[in-house]
């Protein structure tokens, strides 16, 4: 791979070292050395240990738990970059954190989500790239070019190597999520259904009804973030209350904070399948019914894509 004008680098931060190494392996280039340490106070250093003066570079670095950690160290890479004379630097971050703050739920609350934007390109960043943001509007939050990224050719490809396509229902396990999961639907020719739910407080979720007629049918919840996993517990305890035969999710984001990974595991969800845009846990690792795919091949292209000037849409056609 080449870039248009001069070399390509990659630096990896400390979120995701086996994404960033899978990213590496599949363009066929090795990360660039660089330190990304803790002082004693557990401030955050960083120093690239190879020439990057006019280089195409690309940091590779999830904003998740501890989201602020990895924030910060996204920036400081930045800084580091933009002081060696890189020509152009990408943030690539496959899960970008603080997305669900992205409007004032109330009147003195911030929307921290446009603060993170602002930081970011602030810091000297070029370019974000990113995956299955929670709020397509984010990307107006940034002054500067944002490719926001689909999992949904991963999940197609999965989806059609393992069920049968016409006993399939995809299901929303919410009103806002409708667009993402028809669109599912559209790729692979199944019927759409929808989850209504009122949510008390947060990180809580209360099924109220199922809008279609899911019986007799493999239901397939399609989300953005998996966090507490109570919706998706809910959803799927009330599809098959509603005669579904099986309840299976394909989420993009498997944040699975707290007991998230071992409410996963007792319920009667069959399997939830996440991206690897978050390090998985070892209580993630562990659970029977959580799969993980990789998105590495499609970030991949995306970069070899952005780097020679080419077109990045056109991979979801």
Known sequence: MAAKNGSIKLVAGNSNPALAQEISNWLHMPLTKATVRRFADMEIFVEIQENVRGSDVYIIQSTSFPANDHLMELLIITDALRRASARRITAVIPYF???????????????????????????????????????????GFFDIP??????????VRDIKERFDLANLMVVSPDVGGVVRARGLAKRINTSLAIIDKRRERAGESEVMNVIGDVAGFTCILIDDIVDSGGTLVNAAD????????????????????????????SSRLKE???????????????????????????????????????SVSSLFD
């Open 146 to 155: 944002t490719d926001n990224l689909f999992a949904s050719p991963v999940m």
């Open 238 to 265: 009330a599809l098959l209350a509603n005669g579904a035969k099986d309840v299976y999710a394909y989420i993009s984001h498997g944040v699975l904070s707290g007991g998230a990974a071992a409410r996963i595991a």
């Open 272 to 310: 939830l399948v996440i991206t690897d845009s978050i390090l998985p846990t070892e209580a993630v690792t562990k659970a029977p019914n959580i799969r993980t795919l990789s998105i590495a091949p499609l970030i991949a292209e995306a970069i070899s894509r952005t780097a020679a000037e080419e």
């Open 97 to 139: 954190g603080y997305a669900r703050q992205d409007r004032k739920v109330g009147s003195r609350a911030p929307i921290s989500a446009k603060l993170v934007a602002n930081l970011i390109t602030h810091a000297g960043v070029d370019r974000v790239m990113t995956l299955d943001l929670h709020a397509a509007q984010i990307q």
